[in-house]
C-alpha cells in the first residue's frame, strides 16, 4: 500500500515510513493513493466480531500488510487489553434515537486510547525491526498527551517530548501527564495556545537537520496517519451493533482538529452507509463556520468548558480539502501557505458545496453544553463529560433531519472534567481508581517558551543521539 502527499511534491511511501515520518517531506499530510471500498456482503459478514478481532480484518485494508497479519493481530490484543470494559466501546441507548458509544474505558479515559495504545506498539514493533530509535514530537489540547504517555513510557526506542499549552487542560489532564515518571516522557509545558504547540511540533518535524541527527522524528498526533487508520475500526463497531450494512447510521463528532470525523468519513469511503457525519463544535468554532460559510478563518483561542477542543487550526481537514480538489496537490500546497500567512483562505461554491454533502456542523456554546449535561441527567441519569455533551446536542438539534441512529462518540469519562459535571447537575463523578492516583504523585514538567530551537535543543540534549 502506498501514501502520498496532500500537495503533491514528495514521492510515495510505504506505511512503514509513513509510521516513522507522518509529514511529507513537502509538509503536506499522508493519504493513501487508493483506498479499497468494501463490497456489502463483506461488510455484513464482520458483524458479531469481538472489537479487538475486527480490528484485524479492517486494518490491513488502511495500512496495507507491511507488518506481518500475526504480528498485527498481537498488537491489536495488547492494546485492547488495557481497557476496562469487555466490549472496549460498549453501547447505550440515551433515548429513541440517540446512542452514546463509550469511549472512555481505556487506561487514560479518553477515546485517543483508541489509537494511541496500538500507534506506541505500532512504532516499537518497526524500530525494534529496524534495530533504531526514534524522537516522538506532540501536541494536546488535553486528552492526546495522556493517551501518548501512558502508550509509550517506558519503551527504549522512543523518547516522546509533549507539549501542552500551560494552563488550558483541565487539572486532572494535566496531572494524568506530569505525575508519570519515565525516562524517555518528556513534558513541556508552552506558554501559548494548542495552536502555538501544534505549530511548534510541524516546524520540528520539518527540520532537515533535526532528522539527520536524530535520525527518525516522527508525531503521534492524528496527523499521522496510522492513528486515523485506528480511529476508523469504532465506527464500523459501532454501525454493525446497529444493523449496519442494511442500516445506515448517523454519527455526531465533538472535534476540533477533525481528525475524529475524518476517520468516519474514511469509514464511509470504505462502504459503511453513513448517512450523517455531524460536527460538533464548541465556541471556537472554525469548522462550522466553514461549513456555514465556505472561508476558514483562524480567530484567537477562547476558553470553554470542553478544553480538548479549544482549537483554531484543524489540521487534518488538509486530507478532505485534498479530496474535494480531487487530489490536486499543488492547489492545496497554494491554500496551506494562504492559510499560513493570512490565516484564512476561501474555497469555490462548488467546493464548498460538495463539502456539505459529506458533514453537517453544529456548534454549542458553554451555556448550552450545560443544558445538555442536565437535561440527560435529568432524562435518562447519564453524566456526559462537557466535551460528549457537545456531540449530543448537537445530536438532538439536528436529529429531525436524520433517518436512522445518531451515534454520539463519547470522548471522555465525567470524571476527567468533575467541575464541570458538577457546575451542571450538582453531580460529582465517580472517579476510578487507576485515575485517583494520579492526585497523589508528584509533578514533572518543564515550562518553555513557544521557540522552536529552544525545544530543538532539549531534544538533541536528550539520551544519546550517536544511538539514534
Known amino acids: 500500500m502506498q501514501f502520498e502527499s496532500t500537495r ?36 455484513r459478514a464482520l458483524r458479531g466480531l469481538s ?29 485492547y487489553s488495557t481497557f476496562h470494559h469487555p466490549a472496549v466501546a460498549p453501547m447505550k441507548q440515551l433515548n429513541d434515537q440517540i446512542w452514546l458509544m463509550e469511549m472512555f474505558h481505556g487506561p487514560t479515559l479518553a477515546f485517543k486510547d483508541f489509537a494511541l495504545q496500538l500507534l506506541g506498539r505500532l512504532l516499537d514493533h518497526e524500530l525494534l525491526q529496524r534495530g533504531e530509535k526514534a524522537v516522538i514530537v506532540g501536541a494536546t489540547s488535553g486528552d492526546t498527551g495522556p493517551a501518548a504517555i501512558e502508550a509509550c513510557r517506558d519503551r527504549d526506542a522512543i523518547d516522546l517530548f509533549m507539549l501542552h499549552p500551560k494552563g488550558w487542560v483541565s487539572n486532572v489532564q494535566r ?3 506530569t505525575s508519570v515518571d519515565a525516562p524517555n516522557i518528556h513534558n513541556l509545558a508552552v506558554t501559548g495556545t494548542f495552536d502555538d504547540c501544534q505549530a511548534l511540533v510541524k516546524q520540528l518535524l520539518n527540520d532537515p537537520s533535526l532528522a539527520q541527527q536524530r535520525r527518525h522524528v516522527t508525531a503521534v498526533n492524528s496527523i499521522n496517519w496510522a492513528r486515523v487508520a485506528a480511529q476508523v475500526v469504532y465506527y464500523f463497531y459501532a454501525a454493525l451493533a446497529l444493523g449496519a450494512p442494511d442500516r445506515a447510521v448517523n454519527f455526531a ?3 476540533g482538529n477533525f481528525g475524529n470525523v475524518y476517520a468516519g468519513h474514511l469509514a464511509r469511503r470504505m462502504g459503511l452507509p453513513i448517512d450523517r457525519l455531524i460536527i460538533a463544535s464548541n465556541r471556537n468554532d472554525i469548522l462550522t463556520r466553514f461549513f ?30 485534498f479530496e474535494l480538489y480531487d487530489r490536486d496537490g499543488i492547489a492545496i500546497g497554494a491554500l496551506m ?21 459529506l458533514f453537517s456542523a453544529q456548534r454549542l456554546s458553554d451555556e448550552e453544553t450545560l443544558a445538555v449535561m442536565l437535561r440527560f441527567f435529568e432524562e435518562c441519569g447519564e453524566l456526559l463529560d462537557p466535551h460528549t455533551a457537545i456531540g449530543v446536542g448537537a445530536a ?46 508528584p509533578e514533572k514538567a518543564e515550562d518553555i517558551a513557544p521557540c522552536g530551537d529552544m525545544i530543538r535543543a532539549l531534544i538533541l540534549n536528550s539520551g544519546n543521539p550517536e544511538a539514534a
Request: overall charge negative.
Open 8 to 43: 503533491g511534491n514528495s514521492d510515495a511511501k510505504g506505511f512503514d515510513d509513513v509510521l516513522l515520518s507522518a509529514l511529507a517531506d513537502d509538509g503536506g499530510l499522508f493519504v493513501p493513493t487508493e483506498l479499497p471500498r468494501l463490497r456489502t456482503d463483506a461488510i
Open 292 to 321: 456555514e460559510t465556505g472561508t476558514m478563518e483562524a480567530r484567537a483561542v477562547e476558553p470553554s468548558l470542553s478544553p480538548s477542543m479549544n482549537i483554531q487550526i484543524s489540521s487534518n481537514f488538509e486530507r478532505l480539502l
Open 175 to 177: 496531572r494524568q501527564m
Open 396 to 441: 438532538a438539534s439536528i436529529g429531525a433531519a436524520c433517518d436512522g441512529p445518531i451515534i454520539v462518540l463519547g470522548t471522555a469519562h465525567p470524571a476527567k472534567f468533575p467541575d464541570a459535571v458538577a457546575q451542571a447537575t450538582g453531580q460529582e463523578p465517580n472517579v476510578p481508581d487507576h485515575l485517583a492516583v494520579v492526585f497523589e504523585l
Open 253 to 255: 463528532v465533538p472535534t
Open 51 to 79: 472489537y479487538t478481532e475486527l480490528a484485524g480484518r479492517l486494518l490491513p485494508h488502511l495500512i496495507g500488510t507491511h507488518v506481518e497479519p500475526r504480528a498485527l493481530q498481537d498488537m491489536i490484543d495488547d492494546a
Open 337 to 357: 501557505e494562504t492559510f499560513r500567512t493570512s490565516g484564512t483562505f476561501s474555497v469555490t461554491p462548488d467546493v464548498i458545496a460538495r463539502a456539505r454533502t
